[in-house]
């Protein structure tokens, strides 16, 4: 059956001469690898490898089979043409970053269409933004990621709860054992930016570079602690070399 869907390009691997095998995260069908045939062709107007790049947004047409393990595209296009996230090393960076977590985090065949909606607006708005806005973003983009799979962060940061506590997943009274440690101006600054509600209010929430990659690690550990599906963000050592 061939259906119309918009996606998010979460992972490339070259696939025989001239095709790539691409995980999408899909609009309609969730996570799914297709194989884009001829893709890589050393003819020009026949070479779309570039358009399959991880964090590249698309609308396709694919065959859609059910019980198939690979399933197969027939058209695609670019379905928002970045207009300098590709350039920009920082902003690159955030993008590839976000791409890997959600191919850790999302299961195969399990369509999430708010989830992707979410994304898509996530993406397009870290391209547009001015860079020296969107050092948030990857922080932000753990807290989307876990309130809409289930895993949000309980409560705020008070005087009577300044502490996160992974097992329970969210702001207690008592400090806790044997994890990650935050501190409380790191505790403080997670809950401000939890309640934020737009992307473009991100830079409003002014924390160090350091503040934001304790919190990374503290929510990569919870999330290796909640969720089946994590394994190593090999894009991180990257993202902490050139965000600052």
Known sequence: MLQKTKGIVLRSVKYGETSLICTIFTEVYGVQPYLMQGVRSSKSKNNKAALLQPASLLDIVVYQKPQANLQRAKELQLAYIYQNLQEHIAKNSIALFSAELLLRLLEE????????????????????????????????????????????????????????????????????????????????????????????????????????????????????????????????????????
């Open 109 to 244: 065949h399990a369509p999430m269409p708010e989830l992707f909606e979410a994304c898509f607006e996530y993406f397009c708005q870290l391209d547009d933004l001015p860079a020296d806005e969107v050092a948030n973003f990857p922080v932000y983009f753990m807290i989307l990621s876990c309130e809409m799979l289930g895993f949000s962060i309980s409560g705020t940061y008070s005087r009577e709860t300044p502490y996160l506590n992974m097992i329970d997943g969210g702001f207690s009274p008592h400090p806790p054992h044997d994890e990650p440690h935050v501190t409380d101006n790191d505790a403080k600054a997670l809950s401000k930016l939890i309640g934020i509600k737009k992307m473009q209010e991100l830079q409003q929430v002014s924390i160090s570079s350091e503040t934001r990659f304790r919190l990374l690690d503290w929510f990569l550990a919870f999330l290796h602690r909640h969720s089946q599906h994590m394994g190593e963000v090999r894009s991180l050592p990257v993202l902490r070399a050139v965000l600052h």
